[in-house]
């Protein structure tokens, strides 16, 4: 069927034959907001109803991938409302689910700095091109929150756990160059070359043979759906319990004062 995207307000399409472009729209960092994560439980859905697409690119809009969840507004109220940071979860295992199931190609275009939830997103991308001056990182630890929401799942399946505990566990960032070395994203490249690569390997793939490239993906993505149904809600639950914790309300009051937060372990 056709689909209308105009319904969406932090998510903008464009349409390049038989590619479909959707980026991240929240400038200027394209942080996720609740907005963003109730359209980022749909769009992938919609993406594979969607008669007129073949294949799909996702990125961020301006100069930014994604700078992870809005910290002073929506992790504050996540932590007084219990509510709100629940339904945030159910669409991040609507949204991870979705990312899984679709069986059309979905090529990761990281435009800049990628980090927290924007890793987690992008990360369950099949190809990954980034520029190679982005920084990508997960740093919900530095946050006082376990990274529960998909990214203790996916770094370990893209680079082995010695290196995901290295870099879950503090936070660090590594550059777009270095996670093309280890395993983590398939392709860095300068500035001027990132849409020709995108979108050459787009071509390429939208002029194969499509079922046999849907299915060859959906082939390999059945382990990845057994183990997201395993682990989606044991990964959400600890990190519901770091939503309620003292270092995750300091580590916001740290953000939102601009110091740095001092954990004390509870």
């Known amino acids: 069927m056709t689909v209308d995207y105009s ?5 903008a399409t464009e349409r ?12 200027p960092m394209n942080a996720i907001n609740q907005r963003m994560h109730d359209e980022l439980k749909t769009i992938f859905y919609d993406v594979q109803d969607d008669a007129d697409t073949d294949v799909v690119v996702l990125t961020g809009a301006g100069k930014v991938f994604c700078a992870g ?18 339904k945030k979860n159910t669409g991040v295992k609507r949204r991870i689910s979705a990312m899984l199931e679709l069986e059309k190609p979905l090529i990761g275009r990281i435009n800049g700095d990628c980090i927290g939830g924007g890793a987690s997103l992008v990360l369950f991308c099949d190809v ?21 929401d998909g990214a ?33 994203i398939n392709h860095a490249v300068p500035a001027e070359e ?4 995108v979108y050459d390997f787009a071509d390429r793939l939208a002029a194969g043979a499509t079922k046999a490239i849907r299915w060859t993906k959906t082939c390999i993505n059945i382990p990845r759906r057994q ?12 990190q519901a319990h770091t939503n309620s914790s003292e270092d995750h309300q300091e580590a916001v009051n740290a953000f939102r004062e ?9």
Do not use: C
């Open 16 to 27: 390049r034959g038989r590619v479909l472009t959707i980026a991240l729209s929240n400038p």
């Open 227 to 238: 183990a997201a149904q395993a682990y989606m809600d044991a990964g959400l639950a600890y």
């Open 7 to 11: 319904k969406y307000q932090h998510i």
């Open 194 to 197: 990132l849409d020709k690569q």
């Open 128 to 148: 990954i091109f980034a520029v190679d001056t982005a920084r990508i990182g997960d740093r919900h630890v530095r946050m006082g929150f376990a990274a529960g």
């Open 258 to 266: 601009k110091r740095k937060p001092k954990f004390t372990g509870r």
């Open 69 to 86: 969840g809005n910290i002073q507004d929506g992790m504050q109220k996540r932590i007084n409302e219990v509510d709100s940071y629940h």
């Open 152 to 184: 203790s799942m996916i770094w370990p399946q893209l680079i082995g756990y010695p290196r995901a505990m290295e870099y879950l566990l503090t936070g660090d960032l590594l550059s777009a160059k270095k996670a093309e070395e280890i395993g983590l």
